[in-house]
């Protein structure tokens, strides 16, 4: 599984889900060029949309027939399978800000789960669906999302074994946010944006637990 990130909450994951299959191309939550970032583009299988705000809902730029998920419920798309859980944008049960799609992606032996732009801490029943992750994209900058706190709580709920943070303040990126030394502090981390391209196999996290990386924007 190949894995890219475009900025904001914009991930491009390539994965073959069988041995000897084509592959698969998923994106999720696709920004437009208002927010300062250049919008993702290229050839889409999946994309994954967890709510409908500007900065998380633009597959207009994104090429093929993309089979577009907005909505809860379990999906096998080519082999890959795709489940879309409840969540709240905010601490109010959606009041503020509405409601936000969980997606947990499973391929390949592996389990990816994007926490879309959650905004609150877990409860049981979503802890118990989201399930045993391997690689978590989480939100921590804060504002309309968790803060690197409560980005702190869920990982201890999740226990995943990557993380890779997302929606945070970036250069150019027009949305108020803030940054990733506030999350990298709060856990004791030194910042290291080790990869533009992360490739990962199942074999190769088994020693590994809530290694967090900061990636590059591809």
């Known amino acids: 599984m190949l894995i890219s990130w475009y900025g904001h909450s914009c991930f491009k994951i390539q994965t073959k889900p069988q041995r000897g299959a084509d592959e698969v191309i998923i994106f999720t939550d696709p920004f437009d060029k208002s927010i300062g970032l250049k919008p993702p583009q290229g050839n889409a ?9 500007f900065d998380h809902n ?11 998920i907005d909505a809860l419920g379990e999906y096998s798309v080519k082999d890959v399978f795709v489940e879309g859980i409840s969540s709240y944008h905010d601490k109010d049960k959606g009041a503020l800000r509405g409601l936000n799609n969980i997606y947990t992606i499973k391929s390949e032996d592996l389990l990816v789960c994007h926490l879309g732009d959650l905004g609150h801490i877990l409860n049981e029943d979503q802890i118990a669906t989201i399930g045993d992750v391997d690689i978590l ?5 804060g504002k309309f999302t968790i803060n690197s706190k409560e980005a702190e709580k869920v990982i201890s709920q999740i226990n995943p074994k990557i993380i890779l943070p997302m929606h ?10 803030n940054d ?20 990962i196999k199942a ?7 809530n290694k967090v990386i900061f ?4």
């Not at 709060?186 to 533009?196: P, Y």
């Not at 074999?203 to 637990?209: E, T």
């Open 45 to 53: 299988d999946i994309v994954l949309i967890s709510h409908n705000h």
């Open 58 to 68: 633009n597959p207009d730029n994104l090429k093929g027939d993309p089979f577009i």
């Open 137 to 141: 994209m989480i939100p921590i900058g």
């Open 168 to 177: 945070y303040k970036i250069p150019n990126l027009k949305i108020d946010l």
């Open 180 to 199: 990733k030394e506030e999350f990298a502090k709060e856990l004791g981390l030194e910042i290291e944006n080790n990869t533009s391209k992360l490739n």
């Open 203 to 209: 074999n190769d996290l088994k020693d590994i637990q």
């Open 215 to 218: 990636m590059n924007i591809n």
